[in-house]
C-alpha cells in the first residue's frame, strides 16, 4: 500500500488564522481524499481531489473555508481558512489503494484553535 | 447520498469470546466494504474488506460477511484479545458518483477484558 507523509502532526492555533496540511504520497494516485475526525467521532469526508481539476467538496464543506490544492499526483495540500475553535479536530488525507485494496491514510493532524 | 449506520457503538467482551458489529447501508450500488481499526491517538488502518459478489470473507480470526439484500455487512472477530480494544469502522463505497469515496460507519468502540 501506498505511503503517505502527513504533516504537520498537530498545531494550535490562533482564531482567525490559516493553517495548510500537506500530504505527499510515495507513488502517484489519481484520487486523494481529505477527512475530518472530531474528538471521539467518525470521520466525514470533506472532499475529494483530482490532479487537474477542483476539488469536489462534500455537502457543508465549501472552498471558502477548505481551499485544496493538487498540483501531481503525488501531493495535496488542504487549507483550514479564518479558524474558529469549532475546526478544532483532527484531519486526515487518504489515497486510493492498489487494485482490491482500501484506502490508506496518512498519520492526521491534530488541530487545536483557541 | 450514502448513509452507513453502524451498532453497537460500544461493546464490551471478555478475553476469548467473539465480538459482531454490524452495519447497515443505504445506497444499493454499493459494492465495497472495508473494515477500519483505530487505536487511540493512531490512524485508521485497513483489516478486512468484502465486495459485493462476494457473501464472506475470512483472514484468521476476524470475517465480514455480507448481505447485499438486505443491505447489511457484519464484522466478526473470534477469541479476542486485550489487543484487539479500539474502535472498528465499517464503510462502503460505490461507484455512483464515479468517485470511490467511502462512507464511514458512526464507529463501535470495543474493549476486550482480561
Known amino acids: 500500500s501506498a505511503v503517505i507523509s502527513q504533516k504537520p502532526s498537530r498545531d494550535i492555533c490562533q482564531r482567525g488564522t490559516s493553517l495548510t496540511i500537506q500530504c505527499q504520497v510515495d507513488s502517484q494516485v489519481t484520487m486523494m481524499f481529505w477527512y475530518r475526525q472530531q474528538p471521539g467521532q467518525s470521520l466525514t469526508l470533506i472532499a475529494t481531489a483530482n490532479q487537474g481539476s477542483e476539488a469536489t467538496y462534500e455537502s457543508g464543506f465549501v472552498i471558502d473555508k477548505f481551499p485544496i490544492s493538487r498540483p501531481n499526483l503525488t501531493f495535496s495540500t488542504l487549507t483550514v481558512s479564518n479558524m474558529s475553535p469549532e475546526d478544532s479536530s483532527i484531519y486526515l488525507c487518504?489515497?486510493?489503494?492498489?487494485?482490491?485494496?482500501?484506502?490508506?491514510f496518512g498519520s492526521g493532524t491534530r488541530l487545536t484553535v483557541v | 447520498g450514502e448513509n452507513v449506520e453502524q451498532h453497537p457503538s460500544t461493546l464490551s467482551v471478555q478475553e476469548g469470546d467473539s465480538a459482531v458489529i454490524k452495519c447497515t447501508y443505504s445506497?444499493?450500488?454499493?459494492?465495497?466494504f472495508p473494515w477500519y481499526k483505530q487505536e487511540l491517538g493512531k490512524r485508521p488502518q485497513l483489516i478486512i474488506d468484502i465486495r459485493s459478489n462476494v457473501g464472506e470473507k475470512k483472514d484468521q480470526r476476524i470475517a465480514v460477511t455480507l448481505n447485499k439484500t438486505a443491505k447489511h455487512f457484519s464484522l466478526h472477530i473470534t477469541e479476542t484479545q486485550p489487543e484487539d480494544s479500539a474502535v472498528y469502522f465499517c464503510a462502503a463505497s460505490g461507484t455512483t458518483s464515479g468517485t470511490y469515496k467511502y462512507i464511514f460507519g458512526t464507529g463501535t468502540r470495543l474493549k476486550v477484558l482480561a
Open positions: 487518504s489515497v486510493e489503494g492498489q487494485i482490491n485494496y482500501g484506502y490508506t
Open positions: 445506497d444499493s450500488a454499493s459494492n465495497y
